[in-house]
């Protein structure tokens, strides 16, 4: 079974400037996770899609952060414009859709942004 | 709101020994999980160990065991037998018994083997 996919793995961009995350579940999981990692620090959740309808976003930063979940597979998250404490790994993950039942999340490789 | 706490920003082992990693947490829950994961340098959060918390009996996968104590909201890990593969950033996370929740973390212990 092929795991979670994002890309790129790594990126550099100047404040101000905008960049884009893609995340690839793993087939068939209806819930996808958008974790920011600050260096030094444990992930935090940016936002939750449950198929393509967001269930939480309050931790979002709506005034420069966007995302979206086409067709309830594939996620990208925006970020316009960049700023230095925005430079972070953004972790991706992905777990089967069922209230009540835990289901182990899976993360995907993550992507190191470097804002300078 | 949950919270996590890992008091251990480091930690190291020799090669062979045991070592303990230390994880508190906060919750007015009377049932949900707690994890392990491990973070190597790669990047990839792997799941080390799961327990639940309406589960009295200790996790245990191989040659990682937890020390689970509900009344104190401790959850620490014991890694036995400690390899080289096992240096990595260690977290603790929480989750409700609601499914589909968001994982909340604590900041980590980066655990170094020396040989």
């Known amino acids: 079974e092929a795991g979670v996919a994002q890309s790129p793995r790594y990126k550099i961009i100047e404040k101000r400037q905008s960049v884009a995350f893609w995340c690839n579940p793993i087939?068939?999981?209806?819930?996808l996770y958008w974790y920011q990692q600050i260096l030094g620090q444990g992930p935090k959740l940016l936002i939750q899609f449950q198929n393509n309808g967001v269930v939480d976003d309050s931790q979002l930063p709506k005034d420069r952060f966007s995302a979206e979940r086409l067709k309830g597979v594939d996620s990208t998250l925006k970020i316009q414009p960049a700023k230095l404490e925005d430079s972070a790994v953004y972790l991706c993950?992905?777990?089967?859709?069922?209230?009540?039942?835990?289901?182990?999340?899976?993360f995907g490789p993550g992507t190191r942004l470097t804002v300078t | 709101a949950q919270t996590v706490t890992q008091s251990q920003p480091e930690m190291s082992v020799q090669e062979a020994e045991t070592v303990t990693l230390s994880c508190t947490y906060d919750t007015s829950e009377s049932d949900y999980y707690l994890f392990w994961y491990k973070q190597p340098p790669s990047r990839q959060m792997i799941l080390v160990i799961r327990q639940e918390a309406y589960k009295q009996q200790n996790a245990t996968e191989n040659r990682f065991s937890v020390n689970f104590q509900k009344a104190a909201k401790s959850f620490s890990l014991k890694i036995s037998d400690s390899q080289l593969g096992d240096a990595a950033m260690y977290f603790c996370?929480?989750?409700?018994?609601?499914?589909?929740?968001?994982?909340?973390f604590g900041k980590g212990t980066r655990l170094s083997v020396i040989a």
């Open positions: 993950a992905s777990s089967f859709s069922e209230t009540s039942v835990l289901y182990e999340q899976y």
């Open positions: 996370a929480y989750d409700t018994v609601y499914g589909n929740t968001p994982l909340v």
């Open positions: 087939s068939g999981h209806a819930t």
